[in-house]
């Protein structure tokens, strides 16, 4: 049996994560650590940096440490009419750190949902998400906002695309300064941005705040009906809606959401709908998804045992080592953790102090 008192937060995140998933009816994904480097660069702009590692492969061939999981994912599977292909994986990625500005390896544990589906699929990826960050810490929150909305308000006041694009910064740091100048510059009403922006907090809240808009009325009700849904949930009050937690607007549509821990400055969890990659890649099916980010659980506390090791077993040189081995398998197989020394290790905490006389018994 598997002591999980040995393993880390991660480790443990990633067994609990894929029982989870499997109850769901999620069958695993396994990837090879490179790919070709062609198919990425053909999409750099979805992937989070778009410095990638690569090498030649012996044929020449030149081949990129894998930097994402979902394209490798869309680019396996098929269209199949009225059907999802459901897949959760665990995988290392190779991307740029925000932080360092160097490479770093990333332990990732995530599911996708891609084929025909509808609201009640992406309300099971957003329950899958809070039992994702339930598994891991009871203090957490799932924030979820609406591109479909965001993009309504958009398409009415201002199509240009660098308009969007600085909007969208705005909207992610909830700076309405900025956004007030922006708007003043392409000289556009800023009324119902200024609205998404605020539009924050508990769902019952934010639906409320939302009826003021004059647009995005179709997406409205469907984050009505997510909600009523969202209230069946065990966790619904750590469900909020909030407008600053937006993705690439290229790439992504609908429903997109972050989690977040207590002592995690930043999001462990994210994901949303992408239909909009699937019609770049040629696929007709919709999809959504989302990926916890296990190496940031590093961050979190480990329990700190109170003790190295239950007993600490001291013999001498004359000491019959059969005697000793047998001793060792006795207090093993009662579940105890043994570390057999000469003398008394200074900073080893231990449970129990044993001795092996020189006739093998324990004293």
Not at 92 to 101: D, G, I, K, L, Q
Not at 146 to 167: E, M, N, T, W, Y
Not at 242 to 261: E, H, K, P, R, T
Request: hydrophobic fraction near 40%; proline fraction near 3%.
């Amino acid at each position: 049996m598997l002591d999980t008192k040995i393993l880390k937060n991660e480790e443990k995140a990633v067994f609990a994560l894929r029982a989870l998933y499997r109850q769901y009816g999620y069958s695993p994904y396994k990837m090879s650590k490179f790919e070709p480097y062609e198919y990425y660069i053909q999409n750099k702009d979805f992937l989070v940096s778009d410095r990638i590692i690569t090498f030649n492969d012996t044929n020449g061939k030149l081949l990129a440490l894998k930097p994402d999981v979902t394209l490798s994912i869309i680019k396996n599977g098929e269209d199949a009419p009225g059907c999802k292909q459901k897949v959760y994986y665990n995988e290392n990625v190779y991307r740029v750190s925000e932080n360092t500005r160097k490479f770093k390896e990333i332990m990732q544990a995530g599911l996708e949902c891609i084929g025909d589906i509808d609201l009640y699929d992406i309300f099971e990826t957003l329950s899958l998400a809070a039992q994702s960050l339930a598994l891991i810490s009871s203090d957490f929150v799932l924030q979820i906002s609406h591109l479909g909305i965001l993009s309504a308000v958009l398409d009415k006041i201002c199509p240009d695309q660098s308009f969007r694009q600085k909007v969208m910064d705005c909207m992610k740091s909830k700076n309405p300064h900025d956004l007030s100048r922006i708007c003043q510059q392409y000289a556009v009403e800023d009324t119902q941005l200024m609205l998404l922006m605020g539009a924050y907090g508990t769902r019952s809240k934010v639906l409320k705040h939302l009826e003021a808009l004059t647009c995005g009325q179709e997406a409205l009700q469907e984050l009505q009906a997510l909600s009523d849904l969202l209230d069946q949930l065990p966790w619904a009050d750590k469900i909020i809606f909030d407008f600053s937690a937006v993705n690439n607007m290229n790439y992504y549509n609908g429903i997109v959401f972050q989690g977040f821990l207590s002592g995690i400055c930043e999001s462990v969890l994210a994901g949303g709908q992408y239909d909009k990659l699937m019609q770049k890649l040629e696929r007709r099916a919709g999809a959504v998804g989302f990926a916890v980010y296990l190496d940031l659980l590093e961050q979190l506390p480990a329990e700190d045992a109170p003790f190295d090791v239950d007993v600490l077993l001291l013999y001498d040189a004359d000491t019959d080592k059969m005697a000793l081995a047998k001793a060792v398998t006795e207090l093993t197989s009662q579940g105890k953790t043994v570390s057999t020394q000469k003398a008394i290790p200074q900073k080893l905490r231990y449970r129990q102090l044993l001795k092996l006389n020189k006739e093998g018994a324990l004293c």
